[in-house]
């Protein structure tokens, strides 16, 4: 049975709304499948467990910021907490 079928419709609301989207819940609860599946043909997707898409961010989060700045997919946040103030920061100036 599927059941994220109200949590794949309120996304789809919110990313037609809002400029940013976080996406939260339980381990292994199908989070990053469904947003790959909702959204991946619209937006870009990078995941942080991916070591070169962490380490550019740690390098230079400001040309990060600049590259990735619209319509992207961030998934597996938790392995760089840093950068949720840069990105909320950038955000609300543009």
Known sequence: ???NLIA??????YTQQLRLVGIMGPRQSGKSTMIRNLLQKKYKYLTFYDLSVRDHFFTKPQDFLQQYNRHNIFDE???????????FQFWQRY
């Open 8 to 13: 794949e419709q309120l996304t789809s609301d």
């Open 77 to 87: 946040v938790q392995q760089v907490p840093d950068i949720l103030c840069p990105v």
């Open 1 to 3: 049975m599927y059941y």
